[in-house]
């Protein structure tokens, strides 16, 4: 599969999973199905990482986008208040802390003294994250998750710290597919015990259905597209979104 086939299977499983976020009577399994749509998100963005001409015009662009779903996120809920809200949607956020923590690891094995300047720099905006409130008074009465649009924050983000950590094993391991699919696998057993621990349903290890999709990857990036993935997805959730009030007005 190339990489535009796993993106696209990817926007798939996306779409089912907010249809069934937003619509309670779709499907539970659409939520089961959507596991595997952030992991192959995450997959075809280390690889085009790996083989981006400019690694800052790669970077810029997640951050950009995240401003916007911050935005959007805060226009939406002002303009269409509902019980649930438009909900954090900002996958933008953790794949530009992974890329920038590939860059830093990969620059402090060539060179440690950049390469510490760089992860100091990060170690500030963590920093920066829980200090933004004091230093900007109009941020005070906004949530965790709108000021990491904002200063991203290796705590909090839409999946956590440990999906950014999957994303450095995805990169460091991308020509090591044995030591890769067990790494992956670990990582879905432990979400299955993380979720059973407290109680929960477990879900989120059925991402353990993206990873044949992975491993059928035959380095390829296939067709472009790049603007429609960016575009897509705060156009389909701010949609579902909408369309979900109106349904729910019109009861």
Not at 6 to 32: C, E, N, Q, S
Not at 161 to 181: C, I, K, M, Q, W
Not at 240 to 249: D, T
């Amino acid at each position: 599969m190339t990489a535009f086939s796993l993106k696209l299977t990817a926007v798939v499983l996306m779409t089912l999973d907010h249809i069934g976020l937003y619509f309670p009577a779709a499907p539970v399994w659409f939520r089961w199905l959507g596991r595997g749509a952030y992991p192959l998100f995450l997959f075809c963005m280390v690889q085009g990482y790996a083989h981006t001409r400019s690694r800052i015009h790669y970077l810029l662009r997640l951050y950009l986008m995240s401003l916007f779903m911050t935005a959007l996120g805060l226009f939406l809920d002002a303009c269409f208040p509902s019980e649930s809200g438009y909900g954090n949607h900002n996958i933008f956020v953790p794949l530009f802390l992974t890329g920038v923590l590939i860059s830093a690891v990969e620059l402090y094995q060539r060179d440690r003294r950049h390469g510490g300047l760089l992860l100091g720099a990060l170690a500030l905006f963590q920093v920066l994250y829980g200090f933004l409130p004091a230093l900007l008074p109009f941020t005070r009465g906004l949530s965790g998750d709108v000021l990491t649009g904002l200063v991203p924050s290796l705590a909090v983000n839409e999946f956590g710290f440990e999906f950014v950590a999957l994303g450095l094993a995805l990169y460091f391991l991308r020509d090591r597919r044995e030591a890769l699919t067990a790494v992956y696998l670990i990582f879905c057993v432990y979400q299955f015990s993380a979720e059973s621990l407290y109680g929960y349903f477990p879900v989120q290890w059925m991402m353990v259905l993206a990873l044949p999709l992975m491993l059928r990857y035959n380095g390829e990036k296939g067709r472009g597209w790049k603007w429609f993935f960016y575009m897509y997805y705060p156009a389909h959730t701010c949609l579902l979104f909408l369309l979900a009030g109106a349904l729910s007005e019109g009861k």
